[in-house]
């Protein structure tokens, strides 16, 4: 009889991980029922769950992924998930607070999430979001298709002045200093922490 594995996979927070993944475990002859940011669930024959286990760790470790070991882990990796979804998917729509949103899509405290996030990190949520949005202004800035106000907007800035300090606090450098200088340095997403 097969039994159904589920892991929650630190440091999985873009979604080209997910193909390299299951061809990966398909190579390896290992049924991927379901593979979303984050969390990955197999299919794997009772008698060989050990090896599954071993060869799913090894695939995993070998992208540079780490399974989450404890709850706090995968809430954390949810709230990664979660923020950089938002500054994905810009304009960023949500109608509450970030604490409000990541509270009710958790459905726990945010004053809980917080505390748990800055223990595991070493940086608030907070100042995470602030500079996955400031890699996503970088990106923005590069493809010269939108004005500074624009790139406030699209990223739920109350003001191109905000916006302005939050980038030369995070960069050291202007935003026009930066679209200028072209000598453009990104960090993906996944690799902010």
């Not at 979303?36 to 992924?65: C, R, W, Y």
């Not at 800055?118 to 500079?131: D, G, L, Q, V």
């Not at 624009?150 to 026009?176: C, P, V, W």
Request: proline letters at 1%; one cysteine or more.
């Amino acid at each position: 009889m097969d039994s159904i594995r589920e892991y929650w996979i630190k440091n999985m927070v873009c979604r080209r991980c997910l193909k390299v993944i299951k061809q990966e475990l398909h190579d390896l002859d290992i049924t991927v029922l379901s593979l979303e940011l984050g969390k990955l669930t197999v299919k794997a024959p009772e008698i060989a769950i050990d090896q599954v286990d071993q060869k799913v760790m090894a695939v995993l470790h070998s992208n540079g992924f780490e399974i989450a070991k404890s709850e706090e882990e995968m809430i954390v990796e949810k709230i990664k998930i979660a923020l950089i979804s938002l500054v994905t998917n810009v304009p960023i729509n949500i109608k509450e607070k970030t604490s409000d949103y990541l509270a009710n899509l958790l459905h726990r405290e945010y004053k809980v999430l917080s505390k748990m996030f800055s223990k595991k990190e070493n940086i608030t949520i907070e100042k995470y979001f602030i500079k996955l949005k400031i890699e996503k202004v970088k990106e923005l800035i590069q493809l010269r298709q939108l004005t500074f106000s624009d790139i406030a907007y699209m990223l739920d800035y109350s003001s191109i002045n905000h916006l302005s300090r939050q980038f030369k606090e995070i960069m050291g450098i202007s935003m026009t200093d930066y679209k200028n200088s072209e000598e453009w340095q990104r960090d993906f997403l996944d690799e902010i922490i």
